[in-house]
């Protein structure tokens, strides 16, 4: 049984992404296209093709083009914009990478994608230049001295073949993996989400959730960019200072991970600001609670429903239409987008389950990623006759609305954020007092869900510790935030770890 999107196919257009999101550039001209929502310093669409151009011809003759990667590190400002779209004009593609990752890990992005230079935020250069060095990358070029050029290089570029951006997933098992997300998925995923999410000139969009993850990257900038809207940026999420930026430009669409969902809904204040000017909000990422939507929509004045996809899929799948936002239940993800078809099947074969019955959920698409960087075999257990596992649990009800049920997969979620356990248990590893190690995602009340891990010691050792040990390895959204000393890590007969069964006795 395949289920389709309710909409009507739409035509993928044949554009580079740059092409597709700033052929209205001359439109807007004058209108404001990004602000810093900290400064208030702002970029025209004028003043945005105009950078691109300069910087894309500056990079080129660095020698950036096709077949290369940019790294670019640094957090959502309006450069960030700027960086991407005169990259990817090179013929080059850009690895995001998340600037409070540890140097070995952001060393490890490196050497994984390939990147041959490296674009950074001012604040965070001196950590950029040690990688760099650690990596041989010849050049680390700050946001604010991009080299710029008179000719902008014009490569010809087939958006089916040619990789545009290659961000990082666990996918739905093991450790971190370069998406490789061609011109012609992101393309698709724009398309499909203006299909029925209508961005126009008379948005605002606050764009808080980081241009370095998928989210924030596709339907937030870019969606934001191509309907010609401005998108008001900051670099993270401080209550406050969100609540004065939505008042002060009159934001009219916000993106919301849950974690700010429920800030909205618990914290004191928010009804002191005047949020008159918001008519949609969308939020993603990870699971919603419906209570804390409702509180929130009731303190906003103004409906929360979501959308889901993952990584590996530009990221959209099913999303929620402006026309339909009334008639959306809350809680649910939404319908499938146009282009896109799922099945539902018991976990772990290619079998259907019965109409109305839960089964993980296969999607099919435009939007589904070339495969994983140099990694064939994660590639073929991802992708199988084009359905992408996505590792999620789902139920579809009469009306065609997704809902989540459970997940599957290994990935843990904090704040949204991919946790990957394989990565935390091969530091854990590293532990002389370490046999074994198992990590699994428990509930948390801030971070919806945290990492916990379960340790066979040699000796007897404390669980701060450890969490300290594995601290000061990885980012600080992926801290381990409990201990469990257990005698064994139960595994099945091919020594695959039984995390369901550590997550059913967990308390
Ligand atoms: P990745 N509810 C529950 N779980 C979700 C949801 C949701 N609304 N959205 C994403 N997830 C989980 O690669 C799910 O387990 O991409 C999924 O497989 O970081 C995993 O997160 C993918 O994680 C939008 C708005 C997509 C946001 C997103 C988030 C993409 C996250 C489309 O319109």
Request: net charge negative; glycine share 10%.
């Amino acid at each position: 049984m395949i289920y389709s999107s309710p909409l009507p196919d739409i035509e993928v257009p044949d554009a580079t992404l740059t092409e597709y999101v700033l052929g209205g550039a001359e439109r807007y001209g004058d209108k404001t296209a990004l602000v810093d929502g900290r400064t208030g310093e702002s970029l025209t669409y004028a003043g945005l093709r105009a950078a691109v151009d300069a910087h894309a011809a500056g990079l080129a003759s660095l020698g950036v083009g096709p077949g290369d990667v940019v790294a670019l590190l640094a957090g959502n400002q309006p450069r960030y914009a700027v960086a991407v779209h005169a990259v990817l004009s090179t013929g080059a593609a850009i690895t995001p990478v998340n600037p409070v990752l540890t140097l070995p890990e952001i060393t490890k992005q490196l050497l994984a994608s390939g990147a041959k230079a490296l674009i950074t935020a001012d604040e965070v250069v001196d950590k950029a230049r040690e990688a760099a060095t650690a990596t041989g990358i010849q050049h680390v070029l700050p946001l604010s001295e991009l080299p710029a050029g008179d000719t902008p290089p014009r490569p010809r570029l087939d958006p089916a073949t040619t990789v545009a951006v290659l961000p990082f997933s666990s996918g739905t098992t093991g450790t971190a993996k370069g998406v490789q997300l061609t011109h012609r998925n992101l393309v698709a995923n724009l398309a499909q989400q203006r299909a029925g999410w209508r961005i126009g000139p008379d948005d605002v969009q606050a764009a808080v959730l980081p241009f370095f993850h998928i989210y924030g990257f596709t339907i937030i900038l870019n969606s934001g960019l191509l309907g010609g809207a401005t998108v008001v940026t900051l670099p993270r999420f401080e209550l406050r200072e969100y609540l004065r930026t939505l008042e002060r430009h009159r934001v009219t669409r916000a993106y919301f991970a849950p974690p700010m969902v429920l800030a909205l809904a618990t914290a004191e204040g928010v009804e002191d600001h005047d949020l008159s000017s918001l008519r949609y909000a969308l939020c993603g990422a990870a699971p919603l609670d419906i209570d804390v939507t409702e509180r929130a929509e009731r303190r906003l004045g103004c409906l929360i429903r979501q959308g889901y996809g993952m990584t590996e899929a530009s990221p959209g799948t099913h999303q929620v239409f402006d026309d339909a936002f009334t008639t959306t239940p809350p809680g649910c993800v939404g319908k499938l987008s146009p282009n896109t078809e799922a099945r539902l099947v018991r976990p772990g074969t290619d079998e259907d389950v019965p109409p109305g019955e839960p089964g993980e959920l296969l999607v099919r698409g435009p939007q589904v990623m070339l495969g994983y960087l140099g990694n064939a075999e994660a590639t073929a257990s991802a992708i199988t006759d084009g359905w992408l596992h996505t590792g999620d649990l789902v139920r579809v009800d009469e009306d065609g609305n997704f809902w989540i049920v459970d997940r599957l997969k290994e990935l843990i979620k904090y704040k949204g954020y991919q946790v990957a356990p394989a990565e935390l248990e091969a530091v854990l590893l590293t532990h002389p007092d370490v046999t074994d190690a198992a990590v699994v995602g428990v509930p948390h009340a801030e971070g919806g869900e945290a990492p916990k891990a379960y340790v066979v010691a040699s000796r007897p050792v404390a669980a701060e510790d450890l969490m300290a040990f594995v601290a000061g390895q990885v980012a600080p959204y992926k801290k381990v935030r409990s201990v469990e000393f257990v005698s064994e890590i139960p595994k099945s007969p091919t020594g695959k770890i039984l995390r369901r069964v550590l997550k059913g006795t967990s308390g």
